[in-house]
């Protein structure tokens, strides 16, 4: 079935970048135009289901799931956003947004996003990239629409789709892992192997503000394939990641059972993650994504080169980003 065919039931299997996703947001993630409160009335009548049981909006969701969606026929209505509640796009943040552009077309834009942004709000964050995608709007119909996540902390590169059709199909194709990721992140020590793949289970710990992960017998499987491609004798490695699943600070998680944890990453490595010389910030950027183009089907590469403060903590260890 295809991703626009919205006349019937279908029944959608949670994919690992959904894992841990509370299902209103599922829902706003993959069908941004159908408010909040469609959802809610769906879920009070029970035309909403998770493995064919009654679900509630703040109920996480685990991959595997089958989420039962109505139908939504073409002529449905739909409570609109609430625009008037929208903020103007501050000029400062929306220079930045434009300048963070590093690949534009009718369908996508990718962005090169700053470290420190969080990707979307909360109860306690009020300045966020999906606030602003207004000033990204230029001469599209409608404004750019969010189809994955980066954690706020972590540079680099972040597609959104720039209509309704493209994000639909964008987001059957990370679901489907038909979108390959590569991190890149500087890491206290080196590896025991050259390359390998992290196997590590991981469980959600904490509430809002403090949640993190931690390797667990009984939690969500996780998997990292990991290469280094340099070292500085044995205290800083430069590695090369690629997630084959999406878990909540996979890639943070997973550095640290390996025994290297990401340099700057206080909540995972603590004091260990501590390098004299270099900025006490994560060290860690989305490096790339190569994927499907979902109009014309092409092979798209796509990179994002590091940031100042990055770019001079490569340097001052030695490595040359260049190169790679």
Request: hydrophobic share 35%.
């Given at each position: 079935?295809?991703?626009?065919?919205?006349?019937?039931?279908?029944?959608?299997?949670?994919?690992?970048?959904d894992?841990?996703v509370?299902l209103?947001?599922?829902?706003?993630?993959?069908?941004?135009?159908?408010?909040?409160?469609?959802?809610?009335?769906?879920?009070?009548?029970?035309?909403?289901?998770?493995?064919?049981?009654?679900?509630?909006?703040?109920?996480?969701?685990?991959?595997?799931?089958?989420?039962?969606?109505?139908?939504?026929?073409?002529?449905?209505?739909?409570?609109?956003?609430?625009?008037?509640?929208?903020?103007?796009?501050?000029?400062?943040?929306?220079?930045?947004l434009?300048?963070?552009?590093?690949?534009?077309?009718?369908?996508?834009?990718?962005?090169?996003?700053?470290?420190?942004?969080?990707?979307?709000?909360?109860?306690?964050?009020?300045?966020?990239?999906?606030?602003?995608?207004?000033?990204?709007?230029?001469?599209?119909?409608?404004?750019?629409?969010?189809?994955?996540?980066?954690?706020?902390?972590?540079?680099?590169?972040?597609l959104?789709?720039?209509?309704?059709?493209?994000?639909s199909?964008?987001?059957?194709?990370?679901?489907?892992?038909?979108?390959?990721?590569?991190?890149?992140?500087l890491?206290?020590?080196?590896?025991?192997?050259?390359?390998?793949?992290?196997?590590?289970?991981?469980?959600?710990?904490?509430?809002?503000?403090?949640?993190?992960?931690?390797?667990?017998?009984?939690?969500?499987?996780?998997?990292?394939?990991?290469?280094?491609?340099?070292?500085?004798?044995?205290?800083?490695?430069?590695?090369?990641?690629?997630?084959?699943?999406?878990?909540?600070?996979?890639?943070?998680?997973?550095?640290?059972?390996?025994?290297?944890?990401?340099?700057?990453?206080?909540?995972?490595?603590?004091?260990?993650?501590?390098?004299?010389?270099?900025?006490?910030?994560?060290?860690?950027?989305?490096?790339?994504?190569?994927?499907?183009?979902?109009?014309?089907?092409?092979?798209?590469?796509?990179?994002?080169?590091?940031?100042?403060?990055?770019?001079?903590?490569?340097?001052?260890?030695?490595?040359d980003?260049?190169?790679?």
């Open positions: 079935m295809s991703p626009d065919d919205l006349s019937a039931v279908r029944h959608i299997a949670v994919q690992s970048d894992g841990d509370r209103d947001r599922w829902f706003k993630r993959h069908y941004p135009d159908v408010s909040y409160g469609q959802v809610a009335k769906w879920l009070r009548t029970g035309q909403v289901r998770v493995d064919g049981h009654r679900a509630k909006p703040g109920q996480r969701l685990s991959e595997g799931q089958d989420i039962r969606v109505p139908p939504m026929p073409a002529t449905r209505t739909v409570e609109p956003p609430a625009e008037r509640n929208r903020q103007p796009v501050d000029r400062a943040d929306a220079a930045i434009r300048e963070s552009i590093i690949y534009q077309d009718e369908f996508l834009i990718a962005l090169n996003k700053p470290a420190g942004l969080a990707v979307q709000g909360g109860s306690k964050t009020h300045r966020h990239l999906d606030g602003m995608l207004d000033a990204l709007q230029f001469d599209a119909k409608d404004r750019p629409r969010l189809v994955h996540r980066l954690d706020k902390d972590t540079s680099g590169l972040l959104l789709a720039r209509d309704r059709r493209t994000a199909q964008l987001s059957v194709l990370f679901q489907g892992r038909e979108v390959e990721k590569t991190y890149w992140a890491v206290v020590g080196v590896p025991d192997h050259d390359s390998g793949v992290i196997d590590a289970r991981l469980a959600k710990r904490g509430g809002e503000g403090s949640e993190r992960v931690e390797s667990v017998d009984d939690g969500q499987a996780a998997e990292t394939e990991y290469r280094i491609l340099d070292h500085a004798a044995r205290r800083i490695s430069w590695l090369e990641l690629r997630p084959r699943t999406g878990r909540t600070h996979q890639l943070r998680a997973h550095c640290k059972v390996m025994g290297t944890p990401i340099v700057g990453d206080g909540k995972y490595g603590g004091r260990e993650s501590d390098v004299e010389g270099l900025p006490r910030r994560l060290h860690l950027h989305a490096r790339g994504l190569t994927l499907p183009h979902p109009t014309t089907g092409e092979r798209l590469t796509l990179a994002a080169p590091l940031d100042d403060v990055l770019s001079k903590s490569w340097a001052f260890v030695g490595f980003a260049k190169v790679t």
